[in-house]
């Protein structure tokens, strides 16, 4: 009998992983408290900093950095970002699972992070995450750079790439 990990990693599972994520981003935000379950609004779609995955924004000629603190044993369900850029894992052990492959790993390293992907980030272990990002106009406001950077959801990801 086949495991469900061996046939997420045989590509059963995946192919259906854009459907089963939206649908378990859906339910937890309908049980989200603000607590064990932090997610976004209409107003403020991407959570930019909490008590329980705290964040740092770093900006520099061109460049976004934003630092990422996962506690162990939480989760976080990351954005679709729109363009390719390269993530770091400074401290910690953390295992990204997509809708192409499960990876573990152990910092230090980097990671090449592929647009239009979602990824759900599970910490072993307390852990440092960077993003970085093209920020061509050097803006520093948020919202602004979120725009440039991620779709909310698959659809928006597919209009993005339709007009580029």
């Known amino acids: 009998m086949t495991s469900n990990l061996e046939k997420y990693r045989e590509g059963e599972v995946s192919k259906d992983f854009r459907s089963l994520i939206t649908s378990l981003q859906q339910d937890l935000e309908l049980v989200a408290d ?7 609004d209409k107003e403020n779609p991407i959570v930019d900093n909490s008590v329980s995955f705290p ?26 970002h729109k363009h390719l850029h390269m993530c770091f894992l400074l401290k910690g052990h953390v295992t990204v699972v997509n ?20 990824r759900v980030l599970y910490a072993h272990e307390d852990s440092v995450w960077y993003n970085t990002h093209k920020n061509p106009t050097g803006t520093k406001n948020l919202k602004e750079l979120e ?3 991620i779709a909310l959801n ?7 790439i339709k007009n580029k």
């Open 34 to 40: 603000g607590v064990n379950i932090i997610v976004g």
């Open 147 to 149: 725009k440039d950077i």
């Open 99 to 118: 809708e192409n492959e499960t990876v573990d790993y152990v910092a230090p390293c980097f990671i090449v992070s592929t647009p239009g992907v979602k």
């Open 154 to 160: 698959y659809e928006e990801y597919d209009e993005y």
């Open 55 to 80: 964040m740092q924004h770093y900006f520099m000629d061109g460049v976004y950095v934003r630092e990422m603190t996962m506690f162990k044993g939480s989760a976080v369900m990351g954005a679709i």
